[in-house]
């Protein structure tokens, strides 16, 4: 029972590394290109839905494509609407499994790794092609995972009591039901206790209705597995998986009172529709499996776009992934020059604007981290639309795109600082003058930054005058708080003291920063331009003093 249940763990530890591997590698490799070949495949529903029936053949695990797909969606290479249609045609995908018994999952995995494994690790492959092998890595350390949880669980199906459970069971249709889901969530593979159900019907063990029964209690007990694995996931992720989670509950919600229909008053179903064709009892089971879910996908995908409404009521967007979308930044304003560095001048403003939040969190305690990663993506999605409209356009606009590759790194800089103060100000201990110096510090710095950016919005001169007054250099301040609290200092540890003057540098570090960025904004504005299939919507430009 040890082995079995080390087994389940370390392949439920393969699984998730897998995860993280694919999710941050497809992160780094998702540029605009790659995105706009991957959302041109998958923004049509019919063809999604092929593609995704594809991988599902490929795969042969729905709990590896629907995890595939949440990376995929989390990377923002294909849109939700998109990686549901994904995730209901690789439904259909993987019912195909019945038909390729001899597939082996675990040999192409350790193809696939090992393979990667070496892209990785040479010397010669860098760079972009370094990303892919390792996102290729991951998706054979997720089948790996998967497959050491079917491998761990499988001798569990061995032992005696499953046989007499089986047994017990076929007096009751519910029951058969409620044993196979059961059974499906132990070994975690609905396929295998397809292909065994079938077996034991091909002998004589279980009856049609039975077996019929059986699979659909397979297809219940495969979303009770995604869910239990979905289960921290949030946002869009989990409108994905629970797009699957979803599609067998309804399979089974029509299914089942279907069967007892068909069995009760003789209405002819599924059940005499696959016993009129002219194949063997197995095969006849295995459709019945491939028509439930093939009917059951077609009718969500055609009507994903209410689908689509209602999870994100349900599971909406988190902060982060809010933050991380590009607000003006569209793959359409590549094509205009002007129009594409004033959206991306938008876009830096607003990364300025969420700064004042990281304060917000200081004062309440609320996450940061997921605050900073969702900032960073943004900072680096604008960074990658004006690394590709650099290329399109070359230099034709080359003071205005030098001003904004300078803006670019000191909003990374200036974020990167910020988090840093606010990470120390939150580790600070709660000691009474140490307290101060951290109120201090958090309200001071919050305020300049909420001037700058009242400043920003209005486009008023004394405002902005003012605004720049602040953010100017605050070097002989932070000396003289690091003296007014020498005192306190000296009844504190060493890490605090050395907290308490990295404190202080750092904030010295955030109002230089603030001021360069002030002066970079301080460039004749852009010309403005709009017609009647754009509108650029435009942000009050500061105005810079004169003399």
């Known amino acids: 029972m040890f082995d079995v249940l080390g087994g389940m763990i370390g392949g439920v530890g393969l699984f998730f590394v897998g995860m993280w591997l694919l999710t941050e590698n497809l992160k780094a490799l998702a540029g605009r290109r790659l995105r706009l070949i991957a959302r041109r495949w998958t923004e049509r529903r019919l063809a999604a839905f092929g593609i995704g029936a594809l991988a599902g053949v490929t795969t042969q695990s729905m709990s ?21 249609a994904i995730v209901l045609g690789g439904n259909v995908g993987v019912t195909l499994l019945v038909f390729m018994l001899t597939f082996d999952i675990r040999l192409v995995a350790l193809y696939v790794v090992g393979a990667a494994g070496l892209a990785m690790a040479s010397d010669r492959v860098a760079g972009d092609y370094r990303r892919l092998a390792a996102s290729v890595f991951g998706v054979g350390m997720i089948f790996l995972g998967l497959d050491m949880l079917v491998a761990a669980a499988a001798p569990l199906a061995e032992h005696p009591w499953f046989g007499e459970m089986m047994q017990w069971s076929v007096g009751s249709l519910l029951l058969v039901f409620v044993v196979a889901a059961l059974l499906t969530v132990v070994v975690q593979s609905g396929a295998a206790v397809c292909v065994l159900g079938i077996s034991m019907t091909t002998l004589g063990v279980l009856t049609v209705d039975q077996t019929i029964m059986l699979l659909y209690g397979v297809t219940f007990g495969s979303a009770l597995i995604l869910y239990l694995l979905s ?17 067998n509950v309804l399979i089974c919600v029509v299914a089942v009172p279907a069967l007892f229909l068909e069995l009760v008053l003789g209405v002819p179903l599924m059940k005499a529709l696959v016993l009129s064709l002219d194949q063997g009892l197995g095969q006849q089971m295995a459709i019945v499996l491939l028509l439930v879910n093939l009917l059951g996908a077609l009718a969500v995908l055609a009507a994903v776009r209410p689908v689509e409404r209602v999870f994100t009521k349900l599971w909406p967007p988190t902060a982060t992934e809010e933050l991380e979308k590009t607000e003006f930044l569209h793959d359409g304003a590549l094509e205009d020059a002007v129009s594409a560095l004033s959206l991306v001048d938008l876009e830096q403003r607003r990364v300025f604007e969420t700064l004042p939040r990281y304060f917000e969190t200081v004062r309440s305690g609320t996450d940061l981290a997921a605050l900073r990663r969702g900032l960073r993506s943004l900072l680096a999605e604008i960074e990658r639309f004006q690394t590709d409209l650099l290329i399109r356009h070359g230099v034709a606009s080359a003071d205005e795109h030098n001003s904004m590759l300078t803006r670019q790194k000191l909003l990374g800089w200036l974020e990167e600082q910020v988090g840093a103060l606010c990470e120390a100000l939150r580790e600070l201990p709660e ?8 109120a201090s510090l958090c309200e001071g710095t919050d305020a300049v930054l909420q001037s700058l950016v009242h400043a920003m919005r209005s486009g008023d001169r004394e405002a902005w005058a003012l605004a720049r007054e602040l953010a100017g250099d605050r070097s002989e301040v932070m000396r003289a708080m690091r003296r007014k609290y020498g005192t306190a200092w000296m009844h ?8 308490v003057i990295g404190l202080t540098n750092t904030a010295e570090q955030v109002f230089f920063l603030m001021s360069k960025f002030v002066r970079e904004l301080d460039v004749p504005p852009m010309t403005e331009t ?3 299939e754009r509108a650029v919507r435009r942000a009050p430009q500061p105005v810079a003093e004169s003399g």
């Open 64 to 84: 590896a494509l629907t995890f595939i797909v949440v990376s995929m969606a989390k990377s923002r290479l294909v849109s939700t609407r998109g990686a549901f």
């Open 231 to 247: 289960v921290n996931l949030t946002g869009r992720s989990r409108q994905v998986a629970m797009c699957q989670v979803g599609l």
């Open 431 to 438: 000691h009474s003058d140490l307290g101060n110096l951290r």
């Open 492 to 499: 504190a540890d060493g890490p605090t003291r050395s907290r």
């Open 530 to 532: 709009a017609g009647p």
